[in-house]
């Protein structure tokens, strides 16, 4: 079966060619509703917002408060706040329900395994790792889950979802567990099977389990001072049935998939001295897989380069560095893999140097520039910025609706 998620741009092109805004915004609470798909080629830089925004307005003139535009606010929302807060974005944004020390920095084996018992949680993450994506209201279930009944400090969590979605970026997956937690939130998430059940097909529906019960019920259990019941026993603190695996129709779990701080494969080599001496190089990095830019000389090198600074906090799915190395081969056959001393190192005798600016690169990358400045016959060097679709704002602004009060598309 051809994967989900190819990392081309033709494929990002297919699935932009395919949105339909209008069928999106009725239906996409639901697991089987218009979605896009389009988050793997946003992350990876296959897409642009902008991009994204202009080709579906030429379809059809979307108008601001259009759902999508909103739903495609939200993702510059985060980035907004990204910048604003660099990497205080890995602490609670403010106290949530209980003090942080409250939750657990482990993930349960259960849950690790699709072994919970509740049948929403269980195919949560199978689907994480069969496919490397999930609708975005199972996410927010599996994040709800995890923080609010089994007490899983939403960081543990956060990363933990972040290495195995195709669209993993720390600005939407880490602000949307805290908003989930509500550490970032003015209120938590909470969800109950009456909420699956209406928003997801009948394997995912989970009657007589921990989430089969009232709003009140499950707003006690997350503020509570004792830990809710944990795992497969088949109860909750409260009696209420959890769900047992030897009952589950999904059967005794799987093993999780390994989560690596270097590729797994061997399409990586060391950095090359000898093969940019005196040219133009273009770096190609996991976050701009996209087309490398016009006008670069004839005799410019493309390399798709590595970063070990970029991946040693947040490890990926051999199925995400699949994706990675797939998208690089389709723009160079030199993959390198080193540190940001090691590629400076090689590219001292380069011409000059160029990549694309994306926050999840850009401080290995400005190491990379510092050391080449720093030594003799340093390459000129060049960092392009993707075109912002809205308007930046310069203020950090602490809700989504201060910021979309102050922005506005920006064609
Ligand atoms: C716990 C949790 C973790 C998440 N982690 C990530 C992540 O790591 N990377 C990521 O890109 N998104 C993340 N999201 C946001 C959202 O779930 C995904 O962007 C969306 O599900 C991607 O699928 P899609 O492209 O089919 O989205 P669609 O619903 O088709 O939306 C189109 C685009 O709009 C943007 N968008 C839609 N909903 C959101 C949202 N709630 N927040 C931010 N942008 C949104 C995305 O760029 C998306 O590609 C997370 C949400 C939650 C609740």
């Not at 939750?103 to 509740?118: I, K, T």
């Not at 899983?152 to 602000?175: C, E, F, I, P, Y």
């Not at 909750?236 to 093993?255: E, K």
């Not at 976050?287 to 798709?304: F, I, R």
């Amino acid at each position: 079966m051809p994967p989900l998620f190819e990392p081309t741009r033709q494929a990002a092109l297919t699935r932009l060619a395919a949105v339909q805004p209008d069928a999106y915004a009725r239906t996409r609470n639901a697991l089987d509703g218009a979605v896009t798909g389009l988050s793997p080629y946003l992350t990876h830089g296959l897409l642009s917002l902008r991009e994204v925004y202009a080709a579906v307005h030429a379809r059809q003139p979307l108008d601001a408060k259009h759902k999508f535009v909103f739903e495609l606010g939200w993702r510059a929302y985060y980035r907004h706040v990204w910048a604003h807060l660099g990497p205080g974005l890995h602490q609670s944004l403010h106290p949530g329900l209980l003090p942080d020390a409250a939750y657990v920095a482990q993930m349960p084996a259960d849950v690790l395994e699709a072994r919970s018992g509740v049948a929403a949680i269980d195919l949560a993450v199978r689907t994480l790792y069969t496919t490397g994506y999930l609708h975005n209201h199972a996410r927010m279930w599996l994040a709800s889950y995890l923080v609010h009944l089994r007490r899983v400090h939403w960081h543990t969590a956060a990363q933990w979802m972040l290495g195995h979605l195709l669209d993993g970026d720390v600005a939407s997956n880490h602000l949307s567990w805290q908003w989930v937690a509500g550490t970032g939130s003015t209120k938590p998430y909470l969800f109950n099977a009456d909420n699956v059940a209406k928003y997801a097909p009948a394997p995912w529906h989970s009657p007589g389990t921990v989430i089969d019960t009232s709003y009140e019920a499950l707003d006690l259990l997350a503020r509570s001072a004792s830990a809710p019941g944990h795992g497969v026993d088949g109860r909750a603190a409260d009696g209420c049935a959890q769900g047992r695996a030897d009952d589950h129709p999904m059967g005794a779990g799987l093993s999780p998939p390994a989560l690596l701080a270097t590729p797994p494969d061997a399409l990586w080599s060391p950095p090359d001295a000898s093969a940019v001496a005196g040219r133009d190089v273009w770096l190609q990095h996991p976050w701009s897989l996209g087309a490398v830019p016009q006008g670069l000389g004839d005799d410019a090198l493309v390399v798709g380069v590595g970063l070990a600074e970029c991946h040693a906090q947040t490890p990926w799915s051999t199925r995400r560095w699949d994706f990675v190395g797939a998208g690089l081969q389709a723009q160079t056959s030199a993959l390198w893999w080193a540190t940001a001393p090691q590629l400076a190192e090689a590219l001292r005798g380069a011409r000059a140097v160029g990549w694309q600016a994306e926050p999840h690169a850009d401080a290995a990358l400005a190491s990379v520039q510092a050391l080449l400045a720093a030594g003799k016959g340093a390459a000129v060097i060049t960092a392009h910025a993707v075109p912002c679709l809205f308007e930046p704002v310069p203020k950090h602004c602490q809700s989504f609706a201060q910021w979309w009060r102050q922005t506005r598309i920006a064609l």
